[in-house]
């Protein structure tokens, strides 16, 4: 299937409502095996597997859209339960047959994909049930919608893949958000010639939110027990597109090193006492962790992870043969050779991001939501979120969401790997070739005609 759509086409789409038919020809997606649809639009049956905050934000982003239904949810705190039930039951739709701690413990959901007659199941869980509850999904006649990562070993990367191969549903984490494609728009408009390089990363104080066990008792324990970069895929998101990644491209190899693990130590004792046991406990994970990315075709990636320093939020950067652009704490800023007025001095780059504006977004105007304000732990807004319309296409369309399963898997892959590097002193580990070589000959995302 082709993902081509031609630009004339594609200005022509009524601004009322943007087209499912558009979106899913947007995305790179092979077809998948799905239910017909008639030419009376079906309801939309998913079932959520976690609903904390981020999956509260999910679920109120899902009842929002007309034609969704929720038969199912599964959640080992009663209160959560019993909150989503009363969710779903405000906004007019029929009570959810519940799972909670079920006679295996916290595995009730695998009864739900076994039981319960659903389109897609919606992950937001703690990490280490993802991959679990994404197989017991796909191996159950249902797709996967989860949030980042997708998965935390090799093992559980190529169980998905193959998984997938055999089953033909996919597992997506489409639910980590939404590239930037006017960014993407300029790179293949050719504003910055060829990409070179591009550094961005997940840097975000989250020492309060480690040591808060009631809001997330499972996050300290990854910084106890590991040492990479454990948070690739929201930089990613917007890298691999960048770069064609699997698409024309791929990854060749990393390396990867942590600084010392101090500062989680120190936040302890601060914030709790020098006797607690946080205090003096080992921690594993480096303050600060560095991975350089090298793909086939000689590009590179630096990737930066840091949730433990005090700090502002991220910045992102892209080097190309023709100019650099910086989206940094303030405003984006950008230098061209030749169409900049002055050499070497930065300006902003707020005119060339209206110019190029990717019209995806200029037509990107769905219908009112129902409810209100999306709840829960996200963006408080009134509209329906550009990724969750294209997983709802997705579904409706028979094909994958933008980012598909072996794009969902290279990108949670990054962390293992850097992991393996990390270990051996930071010498260089060979990526997965997930795609099998078909890199070579799939089309960029979202490519225009």
Known sequence: MSNKINRKDFLKISTAGLSTSLLAGMSLSRPVVAKKRTTQPQPIRLGFVGIGGRGTWHLSAALGIEGVQVPAISEIREDRLENAKNMIEASGRPTPTLYGQGPDGETDFKRMCEEEDLDAVICATSWKWHAPICLAAMNNDKHAACEVPLMLTLEDAWEIVETYEKTGKWASTVLGGFPDVTLLNMIRRGVFGEVLHIEDGYVHDLRFVK?????????????????????????????????????????????????????????????????????????????????????????????????????????????????????????????????????????????????????MLKNYNPPPRMGGAIEGHGAQMNQTPINWHNLITAINEGIEPYIDTYDSVTSSAVSPVTEASVANKGLPVDFPDFTKGQWKVRTPIFMEA
């Open 211 to 359: 040591n808060n066990r009631e809001r997330e008792p499972w996050r300290l324990q990854h910084s106890i027990d590991r040492n990479g970069n454990l948070y690739p895929d929201h930089p990613m998101r917007t890298i691999m597109p960048s770069m064609d990644i699997n698409h024309g491209d791929r990854i060749d190899f990393l390396v990867s090193m942590s600084s010392k693990a101090v500062m989680l130590n120190r936040y302890a004792a601060e914030q709790f006492g020098p006797d607690h046991p946080d205090a003096s406990r080992d921690m594993n994970q480096g303050d600060y962790n560095a991975s350089l990315i090298r793909t086939v075709n000689g590009k590179m990636i630096t990737l930066n992870f840091d949730t433990n320093t005090p700090h502002p939020r991220e910045s992102f950067r892209l080097q190309g043969t023709k100019g650099v652009y910086q989206d940094g704490a303030d405003m984006e800023t950008i230098y061209l050779e030749g169409p900049s007025p002055e050499s070497h001095e930065w300006e902003s780059a707020e005119p060339y991001l209206e110019k190029y504006e990717h019209p």
